[in-house]
């Protein structure tokens, strides 16, 4: 061999390690997109901590893991309206949403139902408003003239169905409540009626619960003045831009998670940290109709107009 064909093979060799030092390492030819983390986001349902909520689900995601293989990141969003914008804009895998939540990203095409949580045979929660024991009202009528917080704009039982509530009673909320306070969450309702800010407080009963196992509440402490109608459980969904297999996976972890003997009651948990019976990943759709029917009482202009109420002082 001469020197020139020498001379040759050489660059041929540098100029392949070259183009493998360039190429990003992508790991074992078989690793596929399931076999990645899951990016999953928590809508802030107590008050945005990261401690909170994520303490509720990691629970249940360890448990999908420990059958399945697959591995999330939990995280949770600054707001309700942020884990929209992360479904649609592929920075979500799956989220725990509110009703309204999963509708508006339903909408947009960015999300499909996973699954729903079920405890004693129901998939349901309900909104309430609350006032301290002290407080005269018994009924919605009697909240005219008086303060009251509100959750997240985009919160189901903290936001949309107290206000709907409001206006079932007969009551403008924006002309006949003394003060409106939007406060981002349930927990910070509970805390703003607690301290006297405000003397109602909208906010669901999971949350309220929440509150009372944590010490945060005393019983007795606080009266519930008006509940609402069922309204479906806060859902688990996911992107719709994932793979038929990964969805199917997912699925199938949830439908069967009652019944891994690897996994104890204890890690099936839904909103609010509670322990749920199972997950229903067959829970119809069409379910969710109520809630939309429900939003479209509480619409843009109306909510404008709270926000306005909400911004003086």
Not at 97 to 119: N, S, W
Not at 203 to 226: H, N, Q, T
């Amino acid at each position: 061999m001469n020197r020139s064909t020498l001379a040759v093979i050489v660059a041929a060799i540098l100029l392949v390690i070259g183009l493998l030092l360039l190429r990003p390492w992508q790991g074992p030819a078989d690793q596929s997109a399931a076999a990645q983390a899951l990016q999953v986001l928590l809508i802030p349902a107590d008050g945005g901590t990261e401690s909170g909520t994520l303490a509720d689900y990691r629970p249940l995601f360890g448990a999908v893991s420990r059958s399945t293989g697959m591995k999330f990141d939990l995280a949770v969003a600054q707001s309700y309206g942020a884990v929209v914008e992360a479904l649609c804009n592929a920075r979500a895998d799956i989220a725990f949403v509110g009703p309204v939540v999963y509708l508006q990203a339903k909408e947009r095409g960015c999300a499909d139902l996973l699954a729903v949580a079920v405890i004693d045979g129901e998939s349901e929660y309900y909104s309430g408003i609350f006032v301290t024991a002290d407080n005269p009202a018994t009924t919605l009528g009697d909240l005219k003239g008086q303060r009251m917080a509100l959750g997240d704009v985009n919160s189901t039982t903290s936001f949309i169905y107290p206000l709907a509530m409001l206006k079932a009673a007969g009551l403008d909320p924006v002309a006949d409540l003394k003060a409106i306070r939007v406060v981002g969450s349930h927990a910070n309702a509970v805390a703003a009626l607690l301290q006297g800010h405000v003397d109602a407080a909208g906010m669901s009963f999971e949350s309220y619960d929440k509150a009372v196992r944590e010490g945060i509440v005393e019983p007795g402490r606080l009266k519930v003045i008006a509940r609402s109608e069922p309204v479906p459980y806060p859902p688990l969904v996911m992107n719709s831009r994932l793979s038929p297999e990964v969805q199917a996976r997912l699925r199938a972890a949830l439908e069967n998670i009652g019944a891994d003997p690897e996994i104890s009651p204890e890690m099936i948990r839904g909103y609010g940290g509670k322990q749920v019976d199972g997950y229903d990943t067959d829970f119809p759709a069409e379910n969710f109709d109520a809630v939309a029917r429900t939003i479209a009482m509480v619409d843009d202009r109306m909510k404008a107009a709270i926000l306005a109420r909400a911004a003086e002082r």
